[in-house]
């Protein structure tokens, strides 16, 4: 019997952001703005070779000729990129810490309270974290279980340090500088993230998870996350993200970039979490990222699920590109949006190789004034033979204020393959909300409940403890969106 | 148990209640009957709190308590029941999780600890039995692709869980055929105790075979016109509610 998700809801019905404390460190913040010396600086700051310097120079340089896209369907207040400051340490220390000892108690303090202990008590719960708060890797823990199997778990810092062969070959080699405005924005200024190497034959025994904090004012949080895992390895990898409750909005533009080998399987989850913003639409993160990942090797696999509920702008799309043959690659999403909370995500497919497979699942759930967007593309190329896709987009709308958007694109060049797209708009009806009343149960659980159930097939694919994590979230974010 | 005093209520601001007046006793069965449109569905709705509807005079107490000021989930939490005329399906969200919130709702209201999820399902195990429900049935979805019987008998399934003190059957037997029918009565004759009441709200006798009221009340045009024995469901099978409205003088 699953696990019911309404149990939890009680206990969060009077909360709101829970997250939204802030942490009162030293931090060393540079300057407020944007240009060449500030990205030379954040280079000099974290002692980079020359190469990494050069490639972020050259992004910057492009960005400088670019624009900001307009193509979404979102309602972006214009950004004033001077006006946020690039690099944020917390750690204050030169280099990051080396052990438990070093690290700021505050920032332990922050961590456990967002119900991640960094300390031993990792080793029961099997799962190794590399935390993130602004721009520094704070901490990661099980380092040396993972090394003894060969697997590289670190802060892109370090990785640059200590592995830059790796970092060298596959930074940017999945999106580059010049893919779009904010990945440009990012390889110029990218602060830190996680990196994972996962050497061939290697299961990896155990979650690993990246926590991303922004918690410095007037600051922007640019991490990111390189993952290669060679062949006939395997990696599930998760990643949370919050912030403290703040009037002035926050930007969060992010890079993941994934390879997998031949025969090689990465399961990659994330829930999201920033802060979205109060009732009446002030403040929140605006979360601006680009992932993708690259089906390399035949008959390699990867996997998105992502729930998203904070944010008040996310513009994101989950990408894989099935270049081996026989790959396979899933896309599993929850977006929740309420209040004033504007979410266009989705996916995009792209099929190279022969008999290729890509599922895409995706739940929308709009509330209060909130709009919600599938955008999806399928490319299926001229010599991915026998490729197929099937993709199914649900919308749930709460209330007659909010919007549900489905943009799927198709473009197919090779007449074998097989494509499927189904879609359906659900509403959740006050005869159901009143019959569930009847039977005792109070209207926030039931649209628990019922959220819950919609959501289940994606919720379903999280590893345990994020699943559960993850119906309260869906729940809480919730609250308050009818009556 | 229950007393209603000069009900009146509206929905989008046409009164449909005209001064209710009626009173049920513990251990009571009450038929209310009466032509389309008199008002029997509104009632029901109104009791249970249904926000469509507007209370604009009149009360209801229920086991001593204003059952007007309550919030729909804590009249059912003090023992109230509506099997619905129209059970409304919601996907996604299975019989075993939706029971065990409702269960679990009403425990915690009256202090007591939630059931573990074994005892919940010995609970569901017995529970099902007594009307004949089927376990694939409760784990689908909360009536959704059931049949117009099997989602009858999923109301009384769901009665026999809450174990209310005052159950209202609305047009329980609309759409059952002649075995379900039977099945449905029996269910609610087993979980009948003597502190424990019913009103059947029924257009016909067929169901008064199977459940024996005390009290039948012939409901016309927002009031209850007329209360007898069991013998004037009998006489309405027979002869209409015609001879009622000549009664009436109309």
């Known amino acids: 019997m699953q696990e019911e998700p309404n149990k939890y809801v009680k206990e969060l019905t009077q909360e709101k952001y829970k997250y939204g404390f802030t942490t009162d460190v030293h931090t060393d913040i540079i300057e407020k703005g944007l240009n060449e010396d500030v990205v030379r600086l954040i280079s000099e700051k974290k002692g980079e070779p020359e190469w990494l310097l050069e490639f972020r120079l050259k992004a910057y340089r492009y960005w400088l000729t670019m624009e900001m896209p307009t193509w979404a369907h979102l309602n972006i207040p214009e950004i004033d990129y001077q006006a946020i400051s690039y690099y944020a340490d917390p750690t204050k220390k030169k280099e990051g810490p080396k052990s438990m000892e070093e690290v700021d108690p505050e920032l332990l303090k922050t961590f456990n309270k967002l119900g991640i202990p960094l300390e031993e008590q990792m080793a029961l719960s099997g799962m190794a974290v590399d935390a993130v708060m602004d721009s520094v890797s704070v901490k990661t823990t099980f380092k040396e279980t993972l090394m003894e199997k060969g697997i590289i778990f670190c802060s892109m810092s370090e990785a640059v340090r200590e592995h830059p062969d790796l970092v060298k070959k596959y930074l940017g080699s999945v999106v580059g500088y010049r893919d779009n405005f904010f990945a440009a924005l990012n390889s110029a200024v990218f602060s830190d993230g996680s990196f994972v190497y996962i050497p061939k034959g290697v299961r990896c025994p155990m979650e690993l998870s990246t926590y991303f904090r922004i918690n410095a004012a007037n600051t922007g ?31 969060h533009a992010a890079i993941v970039e994934i390879v997998v080998m031949d025969r090689a399987e990465v399961k990659y989850s994330t829930v999201q979490n920033w802060y979205p913003g109060d009732a009446e639409g002030k403040g929140g993160v605006y979360n601006f990222v680009t992932k993708r990942g690259i089906c390399k090797g035949n008959d390699s696999k990867l996997s998105w699920t992502q729930v998203e509920t904070g944010s008040a702008i996310t513009w994101k799309y989950p990408s894989c590109i099935l270049a081996g043959d026989n790959s396979t690659a899933e896309f599993y999403s929850v977006a929740v949006t309420n209040n004033y909370q504007q979410a266009d995500t989705g996916t995009k497919m792209i099929h190279l190789g022969k008999n290729t497979r890509s599922t895409i699942v995706s739940k929308g759930i709009s509330a209060g004034k909130s709009q919600n967007s599938y955008r999806g593309l399928v490319r299926v190329s001229e010599r991915a033979d026998n490729a197929r896709n099937y993709s199914q987009c ?90 | 148990m229950l007393e209603i005093k000069d009900l009146h209520a509206n929905i989008n601001g046409k009164e449909i209640l005209k001064g209710i007046n009626l009173t049920v006793k513990p251990g009571e069965v009450h038929a209310i009957m009466g032509p389309n449109g008199s008002g029997k569905s509104t009632l029901s709705n109104v009791l249970v709190g249904h926000p469509a509807y507007e209370v604009t005079k009149g009360s209801v107490t229920f086991l001593g308590k204003d059952l007007l000021s309550l919030k729909p989930e804590d009249r059912s939490h003090e023992g109230l029941f509506l099997s619905f005329q129209y059970p409304v399906e919601i996907p996604g969200v299975s019989m075993v999780n939706f029971m065990r919130a409702a269960v679990n709702e009403q425990r915690k209201y009256k202090g007591l600890p939630a059931l573990t999820a074994s005892e919940f399902l010995k609970l569901m195990r017995q529970k099902r039995e007594i009307v004949e429900l089927d376990s694939k049935l409760a784990n689908r979805s909360v009536n959704e692709g059931f049949s117009g019987g099997e989602k009858k008998r999923n109301e009384i399934f769901q009665m026999a869980m809450l174990e209310p003190k005052l159950s209202i059957l609305d047009e329980t037997d609309s759409g059952l055929d002649i075995d379900a029918l039977r099945i449905v009565a029996e269910g609610v004759n087993k979980l009948k105790t003597p502190e424990t009441s019913c009103i059947v709200i029924t257009h016909y006798q067929r169901l008064l075979d199977y459940i024996k009221p005390d009290i039948v009340h012939v409901l016309y045009k927002g009031r209850i016109v007329k209360t007898a024995g069991p013998e004037l469901a009998l006489e309405l099978e027979e002869k209409g509610y015609d001879w009622i409205k000549k009664e009436l003088g109309e």
Request: glycine fraction near 6%.
């Open chain 1, 221 to 251: 949080q640019f991490e990111r996350t390189l993952i290669v895992a060679d062949d006939d390895s395997y990696v599930s990898y998760l990643e949370g993200c919050t912030a403290p409750m703040r009037d002035e909005n926050q930007l």
């Open chain 1, 394 to 483: 649900d919308s749930l709308l709460l209330g007659s204020k909010c919007g549900a958007h489905t943009f799927p694109y198709m473009d197919i060049h090779n007449e074998t393959a097989v494509v499927e797209h189904e879609a359906t708009t659900s509403k959740i009806s006050e005869d159901q909300l009143f019959y569930c009343n009847q039977r005792g149960i109070n209207t926030e659980d039931a649209i628990g409940l019922i959220v819950n159930g919609y959501a289940k097939e994606v919720i379903n694919k999280l590893p345990m403890e994020f699943a559960v994590e993850a119906q309260k979230l869906l729940s809480v974010s919730l609250e308050g969106s009818v009556g």
